[in-house]
């Protein structure tokens, strides 16, 4: 009998391409790893991995396994959204990854909303832009709430994964509450702005690309920005007077004293947000009901995104 732990398991090995990467993905260690692979060939009966000194890679039988195991898998998720639709209330525990500021800004609408059905606990937890759908795919989180860019992740929907648009988070304009550009009469002007001690997360985060495009539309030599890991550490610099940002405007949510939020006019750079949930689960009532909650508290930011009335006077 084919366990469908080391099923999973095996899933995720063909996702990452390596015993360490599939490790460091379930927090497991690298030997732990591979000795569940190995029980899953004895069970199997047939060599699934092809191990060398340095790496290991899937046999033929191991990718015809995975394909397997991807179906199986997927109908035992059915099978148990089938028997929970059934359920009087939500119950059980619903996982839930996002980003950091998503989960910020999402974490206290979703905590008031399903406190009130009593048989069911959320689990939220943070990880980098990107990571999430990962995370769903492995099985181990039950929604993404994830960022997009470039309207790449309405391109992911499939039979096998639903996509919620959620709302638009532009990038907006940070300064200091004594800043001349803190006067709503002064417009904003991004060449006036090509000398000031710029700040920003590091190079290949997606916000740092959005305000490198940005950026790029200053004119003369493109400002150079101070990089800073997160963008809560660089609103608290921003608020002490040390420079200015471009940050979405989700990231203020959170509420930070001691800076005024501006509009770029004429720039529409920022991001989508969506929640992301597998196709075989979304009919559960843990699931359904927070993705219910989701699209309630998006609609409250949407509304207190704009800059001003998210300005921390």
Do not use: N
């Amino acid at each position: 009998m084919l366990d469908l732990r080391r099923l999973a398991l095996i899933c995720e090995f063909a996702r990452r391409g390596s015993i360490a990467a599939t490790a460091s993905s379930l927090g497991y260690s690298p030997s732990a790893v591979s000795q569940q692979l190995a029980a899953l060939e004895r069970e199997a009966g047939t060599a699934l991995l092809d191990r060398t000194a340095r790496s290991a890679e899937l046999t033929d039988a191991g990718r015809r396994l995975v394909e397997h195991a991807e179906r199986i898998l997927s109908m035992v998720e059915a099978a148990e959204t089938d028997l929970s639709a059934h359920a009087a209330t939500p119950s059980g525990r619903v996982t839930v990854t996002a980003f950091p500021t998503a989960a910020v800004a999402f974490a206290p609408a979703l905590a008031r909303s399903l406190r009130r059905h009593s048989a069911l606990s959320l689990r939220m937890r943070q990880g980098r832009s990107g990571r999430g759908m990962r995370e769903l795919e492995s099985g181990e989180v039950d929604i993404a709430l994830v960022d997009d860019w470039y309207g790449r992740v309405r391109e992911r929907e499939s039979a096998t994964l639903r996509v919620f648009p959620l709302l638009h988070d532009p990038l907006v304009l940070v300064v200091p509450r004594r800043h001349r550009m803190a006067d709503p009469d002064v417009p904003v002007d991004l060449a006036e702005l090509r000398d000031e001690p710029w700040m920003a997360t590091p190079d290949g985060e997606p916000s740092r690309l959005a305000v490198d495009r940005l950026l790029a539309e200053v004119g003369g030599a493109r400002p150079v920005p101070w990089e800073f890991e997160g963008l809560g550490t660089i609103l608290s610099l921003v608020a002490k007077g040390i420079g200015i940002a471009a940050v979405p405007a989700l990231a203020l949510a959170a509420g930070v004293r001691g800076i005024v939020v501006r509009e770029f006019p004429g720039v529409s750079l920022g991001r989508e947000v969506h929640a992301v949930a597998r196709a075989s689960g979304v009919h559960r009532p843990s699931v359904s009901v927070t993705i219910r909650a989701m699209h309630v508290a998006a609609r409250v930011l949407a509304a207190d995104l704009e800059p001003l009335r998210l300005a921390a006077r």
